[in-house]
């Protein structure tokens, strides 16, 4: 874990050196839970951003694109039951003060157990070394098994508090399980309350109540209210999605770990709607689809799993997560719901317009199902980090110093796909010839020109933001117009016509790679 919070540090300290995130109002000294996206951060966004994008809208024929307002009216989010019930239950520490997510304080309880579970398995297989069988061993070792049986039966307890929304008894498990403040130790807790998580402005100069307009904490809403014009104005036959990427806001209680808690956020969300009783069907396509998404982007297997949800919103009548395994351990990075007919049917009934669909086989009016699949792109973005950035020694190299950061993108998400570099600065040769190269090379995609160190430190350079090729300018060039192209991840070398570079390079950072 140690190991682990040490490369979380990293990964932060590298986003900011070399402009991928930033804290926002950092002159202020911030703003809490709140980043900017920095030059390079904001184009592998938008490269992830378009990823999704074409692997949902572009390659499927019945799926199509919207960008609704972030505001609403506000009867939305009375429908939605995001007023009544998109609550955390917050409790606040006595003596230090110190506001806390109860139902996270009893999920980092939970954790403590699986700690001592995997502690116990780790002493044991240095015990037993190659004989050690570990399945035996976690069904047969009293102190595992104990441990597994308190671990379930807190699960199924907090599970159960959860869905009755019960906060009395999870401030008497807090108790109970003597659960401390994690900064300083004090079991002196108040009350548990409910806390919304929605943040309000006013419209216009309308006071009070009547002009309340709240930011939206999904987008989904904006979908379902579209629902019908979407499936009139471009005649989609159910089943059909419809996808938006945008905005969300949320007042979260505890917001920690950098981009992965935020209160500012962008959710890329695919709404896919479906004949009633054939949800689970979708639902088991959607959740394998998904999961091919992110496989096909070279994430390791055993760093994703799903995770079915214990206690399901107030929408959904089955909900997994897709789980990635993130510096500080397994997090929900993925979210796919079967959302039933619960928000049309509530937009129907509050606004009083229907919200149905004539199904031509069945030849009668229903209001479909729905489902879900929600993914933040904030969150995509710190997973791709995480599993890209990668300190490596340089064995027997003559590139400068002997190990380097690297980030190892897929070449077709990396914010600069190819960056020209004149060997020698100070040669004008060598400089004009590869400014000449970068002019035309610019056309084709995202590139850099840089001649402001000596060449081993201007790769080290490109390979800590991830650029897939380097373009070196030398004197062969000057008499034969070839280059080398190094390419990032074995930094190997070869020599060809500068006519050859373009067609190379953009073949190589294509997205059908990834899409297909
Ligand atoms: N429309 C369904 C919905 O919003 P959710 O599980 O609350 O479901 C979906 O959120 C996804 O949005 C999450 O899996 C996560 O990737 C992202 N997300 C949610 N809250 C977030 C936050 N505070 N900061 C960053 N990303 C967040």
């Known amino acids: 874990m140690a190991q682990q919070s040490e490369l979380f540090k990293k990964l932060v300290a590298h986003c900011k050196e070399y402009g991928f995130i930033y804290q926002s109002s950092e002159i202020y000294d911030g703003l809490s839970a709140v980043y900017d996206y920095g030059p390079n951060g904001v184009l592998l966004k938008n490269n992830l951003k378009e990823y999704w994008w074409k692997a949902m809208v572009q390659m499927h024929e019945n799926i199509v694109g919207l960008d609704a307002a972030i505001f609403m009216h506000p009867k939305t989010w009375v429908a939605s039951g995001h007023v009544d019930a998109f609550n955390d239950p917050l409790i606040d520490n006595k003596d230090s003060k110190r506001r806390y997510r109860a139902d996270q304080l009893i999920e980092g309880y939970m954790e403590k157990i699986e700690g001592k579970i995997d502690k116990e398995v780790e002493k044991a297989r240095k015990r037993f070394g190659d004989s050690f069988n570990e399945a035996l061993f976690r069904e047969t070792n009293d102190r595992v098994v104990k441990y597994k049986e308190e671990h379930e039966n807190v699960r199924l307890r907090f599970a159960d508090l959860m869905t009755r929304q019960d906060l009395v008894g999870m401030k008497d498990m807090i108790d109970e399980l003597e659960i401390a403040d994690p900064e300083t130790g004090s079991r002196n807790w108040t009350e548990v309350r409910q806390f919304n998580l929605m943040f309000s402005t006013q419209l216009g100069n309308i006071a009070g109540e009547e002009g309340k307009l709240y930011l939206r904490p999904e987008t989904a809403q904006g979908i379902f209210v579209n629902f019908l014009n979407v499936q009139k104005t471009t005649r989609q036959k159910l089943p059909f999605g419809i996808a938006q990427i945008g905005k969300a806001f949320r007042n979260e209680i505890v917001a920690r770990q950098f981009i992965f808690r935020m209160r500012e956020f962008e959710q890329m969300e695919m709404q896919f709607f479906v004949r009633p009783g054939t949800e689970m069907e979708w639902y088991n396509h959607w959740?394998?689809?998904?999961?091919?998404?992110?496989?096909?982007?070279?994430?390791?297997?055993?760093?994703?799993?799903?995770?079915?949800?214990?206690?399901?919103?107030?929408?959904?009548?089955?909900?997994?997560?897709?789980?990635?395994?993130?510096?500080?351990?397994?997090?929900?990075?993925?979210?796919?719901?079967?959302?039933t007919d619960f928000d049309l049917s509530s937009h129907q009934q509050l606004s009083g317009k229907k919200l149905q669909y004539f199904d031509p086989e069945l030849n009668e009016n229903y209001v479909p199902y729905v489902v879900e699949t929600s993914i933040g792109a904030d969150r995509m973005f710190l997973s791709l980090l995480s599993n890209a950035l990668i300190e490596e020694t340089v064995p027997g190299s003559d590139e400068d110093g002997n190990t380097r950061d690297v980030l190892k993108l897929p070449p077709a998400l990396a914010p600069i796909k190819c960056a020209v570099l004149p060997l020698k600065r100070n040669e004008d040769a060598l400089v004009e010839k590869a400014r000449g190269i970068f002019d035309e090379l610019k056309f084709s995609f995202t590139c850099h020109y840089d001649d402001t160190g000596s060449i081993g430190k201007l790769y080290r350079r490109q390979d800590a933001i991830g650029t897939p090729f380097c373009i070196t300018v030398d004197f062969e060039t000057l008499e034969n117009d070839t280059v080398t192209i190094r390419e990032r991840d074995s930094m190997t070398q070869q020599r060809v016509p500068i006519a050859q570079v373009e067609k190379m390079v953009s073949e190589k950072v294509d997205m059908r790679h990834l899409l297909k």
């Open 287 to 339: 959740k394998e689809t998904r999961m091919k998404w992110h496989l096909a982007l070279g994430t390791p297997p055993e760093k994703l799993r799903f995770h079915d949800h214990d206690n399901l919103a107030h929408y959904a009548n089955a909900a997994v997560d897709i789980e990635f395994e993130f510096p500080f351990g397994f997090k929900e990075l993925e979210g796919i719901h079967s959302r």
